[in-house]
């Protein structure tokens, strides 16, 4: 069974300042995946950022960067220049086969 | 190009009544899936389908049956009306089991 942990329920972070998730998982695969989603008020689900576990080479989209570490089995998302429009919700997603496993989520605040 | 497409946005059903929650891809997709989310719990896989014709349960399958007769559409029907399944739910879409999830727009339920 896969599991995804985000010991943060609630973050804040002043615009432009840079924010940091954690995100632990663990699973006995080796073939895997790793997501972070964003969900803001609207409650629509976005895609941030995408992780292939044979990768070791870190993920980055603009201004989102994850800090991957197979061994440790942590998979961090990083927020630089963060903007009032990142306020949001982020669950990290571990996929192995089919199965999409999501943490509980992160509740992130950016203050003006 | 629609994306995935859930309908209705919104239900209030009473205790026992049934009803089914539309979901439907233009995009081809062979995977499909509904997840339910509940506050503090993240997002939990309901039932899955790698094609036309197979589905599988997920995580909180109990008091909900899915078929998949066609690639676009995956519906989700509830039997009897529990307040317990009382929840947002989202259907989501793949082209593989390892690329990421696309989200329809949620489907809040309330079931009194």
């Known amino acids: 069974a896969q599991t995804v942990t985000q010991s943060q329920p609630e973050m804040s972070v002043q615009e432009a300042e840079t924010v940091t998730l954690s995100c632990t998982y663990d699973t006995s695969e080796n073939n895997y995946y790793l997501f972070w989603y964003k969900q803001p008020p609207s409650r629509q689900m976005i895609l941030v950022i995408r992780q292939e576990a044979y990768k070791q080479q870190n993920a980055t989209e603009n201004r989102f960067s994850v800090n991957f570490q197979k061994a440790a089995k942590s998979f961090s998302l990083k927020i630089s220049d963060s903007q009032l429009g990142d306020t949001a919700m982020y669950f990290c997603?571990?996929?192995?086969?089919?199965?999409?496993?999501f943490g509980k989520g992160t509740s992130l605040l950016v203050t003006p | 190009n629609a994306g995935v497409t859930q309908t209705p946005k919104f239900q209030v059903l009473k205790t026992g009544q049934s009803m089914t929650l539309q979901c439907a891809q233009d995009m081809n997709h062979e995977y499909m899936s509904w997840y339910r989310q509940d506050p503090g719990m993240g997002l939990r896989l309901i039932h899955y389908?790698?094609?036309?014709?197979?589905?599988d349960q997920g995580e909180v399958p109990n008091g909900y049956n899915v078929s998949r007769s066609t690639t676009e559409d995956f519906p989700l029907r509830l039997l009897s009306a529990a307040p317990s399944q009382t929840s947002v739910y989202f259907c989501?879409?793949?082209?593989?089991?390892?690329?990421?999830?696309?989200f329809g727009n949620g489907t809040r339920l309330t079931v009194t």
């Open positions: 389908s790698v094609g036309a014709g197979i589905t």
């Open positions: 989501a879409s793949s082209l593989w089991a390892n690329s990421p999830l696309h």
């Open positions: 997603a571990l996929r192995v086969g089919y199965a999409l496993n």
